[in-house]
């Protein structure tokens, strides 16, 4: 078994789940198997209740985990389903050791950081290791080399290395390389810093990562190379990149590939890079241009809605069409009115939670119904779709939400089976779910298929009293769950492209496979942008 563990040293946000994602990446394309593990620092059980403000977008898996965003990264890199184990936090390593003891299972010793903690950390990864038979599990450690939070992990990593051989653990530290004055002069003392708190704890890196405007000169990797006691190959440069999916290439061009694998002694085939070229390729010579208008609450952290701008990339490379993207937040349409939305070619509304912003999102549905402008709301998005048609077509002017007011008209309300519940981590109808798409429907001809499998992360949905009602104004549920109760697509019939998915779409998406509503959506707009200008 072959572990490749990441760290990261002087600032957070260095885009260590890039590199981790472009390891992986590298070495899948040599044959080899990959997966990789997301180690979060923090006391929360799961991502599930944060907020999207301090961590970004929460990321759902197949089986309903609710994780760190990295997560999507590596499945969108490797093209694999994970499951939630393969998030690690320290709630989930105390959880666990806390419940054996209670339970009697250290037969009266002491527990302590080391070894139980340690221990729990590590079968947590062997687990995973044996689990999907990888041939490689890469661990991104989060947090920065030195936090109090990351200690445990960085000591069980350090006896990973020592339990597995050093040809069988390798570490690989990523950092910042800043310049500061206008020439551009390249600083490596903060890498130095770095590394030399990361070897106080016992681990000396095999590879650096130097993050940096420009490419990293040959000087500056002399002198990370000497001052760390790394060798010169071994000091790779991460210069700021086009795109993320342009990051494997780069890394590639300066033998990280070849490297690891002599270190390490692995045999592989050769990588064969066409298919990642070409969607490179198309992504940077577009042929049209759209955009496209997100509004949300979120909008001021750009990774709060990360799947959904990664889909958008997918299906511009698969439409060769630059999509901008205009973030638009909600209270702000409702203080300016919808001005704000002129000139987009369409409008997506994400998911969200909570009152704020959200007669700004459903005035943005409205301005994109009476318009016939393209249109995609997806699942909190979905559900301010439906409220507004309630109210501005069926004319039930208090038409809301439970989860937002109290109304004569809940339009949309708690799944019966979540009515007794009061507690709001891991009680959601989350991962994925089989959905029946009506044939000849609008969904149909996106999907082409009378099933589709699609992921979830929400307790509220369209309330079934007013099913009949809604159809006979036009607003037509083509996809529904197995039992035909939750309604999972609507699709408006008198409007070119006005959709709505109670599933996130977003998560499934892939660089070669880009989702298909998305995709669906971008081809309406080239549609709608046609006409604009001819008319
Ligand atoms: N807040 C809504 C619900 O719980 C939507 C959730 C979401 O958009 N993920 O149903």
Same mark, same amino acid.
């Given at each position: 078994m072959k572990y490749i563990v990441v760290t990261g040293g002087v600032i957070s946000g260095l885009g260590k789940g890039i590199t981790t994602s472009s390891l992986g990446k590298i070495l899948q394309s040599r044959g080899l198997k990959v997966t990789a593990i997301k180690i979060d620092p923090y006391l929360n059980y799961d991502a599930g209740t944060m907020n999207p403000y301090q961590h970004g977008e929460v990321f759902v898996l197949d089986d309903g985990g609710e994780v760190d965003l990295d997560l999507g990264n590596y499945e969108r890199f490797l093209d694999v389903n994970l499951s939630s184990e393969h998030n690690i936090t320290t709630g989930k390593v105390y959880l666990t050791v806390i419940q054996r003891e209670r339970k009697g299972e250290y037969l009266g010793k002491t527990v302590q950081i080391i070894p139980h903690i340690t221990e729990e950390i590590k079968r947590r990864i062997k687990k995973i290791a044996i689990e999907t038979m990888a041939d490689v599990v890469i661990i991104e450690v989060g947090g %920065? #080399? =030195?936090d109090i939070e990351s200690m445990p992990f960085l000591e069980a990593m350090r006896q990973l290395r020592m339990e597995e051989g050093e040809k069988n653990v390798f570490f690989v530290h990523t950092t910042l390389v800043p310049s500061l004055d206008v020439v551009g002069e390249q600083k490596t003392k903060p890498t130095q810093h770095s590394v030399k708190e990361l070897r106080s704890l016992g681990i000396q890196p095999d590879m650096i990562v130097g993050r940096s405007k420009e490419p990293l000169t040959e000087e500056t990797r002399r002198k990370i190379s000497l001052f760390c006691d790394v060798p010169y190959e071994a000091v790779i440069s991460a210069p700021d990149? @086009?795109?993320? $999916?342009?990051v494997p290439l780069i890394f590639e061009r300066q033998g990280v590939g070849e490297y690891i694998m002599g270190k390490m002694q692995m045999w592989g085939e050769r990588p064969d890079w066409k298919d990642w070229e070409r969607y490179l390729h198309r992504l940077y010579n577009p042929k049209n241009e759209v955009t496209v208008g997100i509004v949300g609450k $979120? #909008?001021? *952290? @750009?990774?709060? $809605?990360i799947s959904h701008r990664e889909a958008l990339t997918h299906v511009a490379s698969y439409l060769q069409t630059k999509i901008n993207l205009r973030w638009i937040d909600s209270e702000e349409i409702e203080e300016k009115g919808t001005s704000l939305l002129e000139g987009v070619d369409a409008i997506l509304i994400p998911g969200g939670f909570g009152k704020r912003g959200t007669e700004g999102k459903i005035r943005a549905a409205q301005y994109a119904r009476e318009n016939k402008i393209p249109f995609l709301g997806v699942c909190f998005g979905f559900q301010m779709a439906v409220i507004e048609f309630a109210r501005n077509v069926l004319g039930y002017e208090d038409a809301h939400s439970t989860e937002l007011a109290k109304t004569n008209h809940p339009v949309i309300d708690l799944l019966p089976e979540q009515r007794e519940i009061d507690k709001l =981590? =891991? %009680?959601?109808? *989350?991962g994925t779910h089989k959905i029946i798409i009506e044939k000849g429907s609008k969904a149909y001809e996106i999907y082409k298929s009378l099933e589709i499998y699609e992921r979830h992360r929400h307790r509220y949905e369209v309330n079934p009293d007013y099913i009949e009602e809604f159809e006979s104004h036009g607003l037509h549920f083509s996809g529904k769950d197995e039992s035909g109760t939750r309604m999972e697509i609507f699709e408006l019939r008198e409007h070119p492209f006005f959709i709505g998915s109670q599933f996130h779409p977003e998560f499934k998406s892939r660089p070669l496979r880009p989702s298909p509503l998305h995709t669906a959506l971008i081809k309406s707009a080239l549609e709608y942008k046609k006409y604009k200008t001819s008319s």
């Amino acid at each position: 078994m072959k572990y490749i563990v990441v760290t990261g040293g002087v600032i957070s946000g260095l885009g260590k789940g890039i590199t981790t994602s472009s390891l992986g990446k590298i070495l899948q394309s040599r044959g080899l198997k990959v997966t990789a593990i997301k180690i979060d620092p923090y006391l929360n059980y799961d991502a599930g209740t944060m907020n999207p403000y301090q961590h970004g977008e929460v990321f759902v898996l197949d089986d309903g985990g609710e994780v760190d965003l990295d997560l999507g990264n590596y499945e969108r890199f490797l093209d694999v389903n994970l499951s939630s184990e393969h998030n690690i936090t320290t709630g989930k390593v105390y959880l666990t050791v806390i419940q054996r003891e209670r339970k009697g299972e250290y037969l009266g010793k002491t527990v302590q950081i080391i070894p139980h903690i340690t221990e729990e950390i590590k079968r947590r990864i062997k687990k995973i290791a044996i689990e999907t038979m990888a041939d490689v599990v890469i661990i991104e450690v989060g947090g %920065t #080399v =030195g936090d109090i939070e990351s200690m445990p992990f960085l000591e069980a990593m350090r006896q990973l290395r020592m339990e597995e051989g050093e040809k069988n653990v390798f570490f690989v530290h990523t950092t910042l390389v800043p310049s500061l004055d206008v020439v551009g002069e390249q600083k490596t003392k903060p890498t130095q810093h770095s590394v030399k708190e990361l070897r106080s704890l016992g681990i000396q890196p095999d590879m650096i990562v130097g993050r940096s405007k420009e490419p990293l000169t040959e000087e500056t990797r002399r002198k990370i190379s000497l001052f760390c006691d790394v060798p010169y190959e071994a000091v790779i440069s991460a210069p700021d990149a @086009k795109s993320i $999916y342009e990051v494997p290439l780069i890394f590639e061009r300066q033998g990280v590939g070849e490297y690891i694998m002599g270190k390490m002694q692995m045999w592989g085939e050769r990588p064969d890079w066409k298919d990642w070229e070409r969607y490179l390729h198309r992504l940077y010579n577009p042929k049209n241009e759209v955009t496209v208008g997100i509004v949300g609450k $979120y #909008v001021h *952290l @750009k990774d709060s $809605y990360i799947s959904h701008r990664e889909a958008l990339t997918h299906v511009a490379s698969y439409l060769q069409t630059k999509i901008n993207l205009r973030w638009i937040d909600s209270e702000e349409i409702e203080e300016k009115g919808t001005s704000l939305l002129e000139g987009v070619d369409a409008i997506l509304i994400p998911g969200g939670f909570g009152k704020r912003g959200t007669e700004g999102k459903i005035r943005a549905a409205q301005y994109a119904r009476e318009n016939k402008i393209p249109f995609l709301g997806v699942c909190f998005g979905f559900q301010m779709a439906v409220i507004e048609f309630a109210r501005n077509v069926l004319g039930y002017e208090d038409a809301h939400s439970t989860e937002l007011a109290k109304t004569n008209h809940p339009v949309i309300d708690l799944l019966p089976e979540q009515r007794e519940i009061d507690k709001l =981590g =891991g %009680t959601m109808r *989350l991962g994925t779910h089989k959905i029946i798409i009506e044939k000849g429907s609008k969904a149909y001809e996106i999907y082409k298929s009378l099933e589709i499998y699609e992921r979830h992360r929400h307790r509220y949905e369209v309330n079934p009293d007013y099913i009949e009602e809604f159809e006979s104004h036009g607003l037509h549920f083509s996809g529904k769950d197995e039992s035909g109760t939750r309604m999972e697509i609507f699709e408006l019939r008198e409007h070119p492209f006005f959709i709505g998915s109670q599933f996130h779409p977003e998560f499934k998406s892939r660089p070669l496979r880009p989702s298909p509503l998305h995709t669906a959506l971008i081809k309406s707009a080239l549609e709608y942008k046609k006409y604009k200008t001819s008319s």
